[in-house]
């Protein structure tokens, strides 16, 4: 007949309470860092500068893809109607009939914008011949002045957002970081005031750290992306202007553009 140790029954018992006590802080510690628990902190007004760092990124991202979708749409429009507008107009068959399908654009389609503005100095110029204006500018120095302006015009406006998002992604980290040192300092300042450093004391603003600086990479990286692509579609758009002024200065100026010269 075996014997049976009479200290494994009183072992177990002694584990068993240890072990579930272990796993109700794992437990515990899983729950709080999470972002419902930092949302928790937030609304009962133990977190105010995590909710300011929450807020400011939260903003951060929202005009950044406000910006985004603007300039996605502007682009989009120009670029479907960029081809279609200089074509009509070079093959329109006199200069009044082109400022005419001009005038018929829509008063954000850039191109047209410049080629009136070109006509209108083309045409004031020819109405003050003889002045004081042709003995200060000769009509293509006069046009030349015109459409410089109309460019830069056209130009300035396809930068609209642009620093929004340059400063958004630039900045968003930090943002994210300063939130990240406020929840360790916030851990520990937990610690030192209730004298525990157990996991489930730290978790939460540990969770809330990291959740800060996923947030402001989450931030950044979309507006930088952006960025660099809506910066390489403006300078596309932008050597189409200046292709499309030169033109427009060699018609106005002699009667006819250069590659018209050249064919005859």
Known sequence: MM???????????????????VGTSTNEAFNNIGFGHM????MAGDNYIGLM???????MSSSSLFYMMVNTFRNARIRA???KVIRTFWDTANAQEAIQFMEQQPKNEPFSKIALDCAEAAA????????RLTG?????EFIDRALRQAVSRE???LENGLTVLATVGSTAPFVGLLG?????????????????SSIEAVAGPVGEALIMTALGLFVAIPAVLAYNFFVRMNRVTNSKFDAFAHDLHDFFATGSRVGDMQSR
């Open 53 to 59: 760092v929450f807020i400011v990124l939260i903003l």
């Open 81 to 83: 109607r960029t081809d």
């Open 3 to 21: 014997l049976q140790d009479p200290t494994t029954p009183m072992a177990a018992a002694a584990t068993t309470p240890a072990a579930a006590a």
């Open 136 to 140: 200060a500018l000769n009509r293509s």
């Open 180 to 196: 990240t040192v406020w929840g360790i300092y916030h851990a520990l300042t937990g610690i030192a005031s209730s004298g525990q």
């Open 39 to 42: 949302w928790d902190t937030f």
């Open 155 to 157: 130009s300035e406006g």
């Open 124 to 131: 004031h110029h020819q109405r003050n011949e003889g002045g």
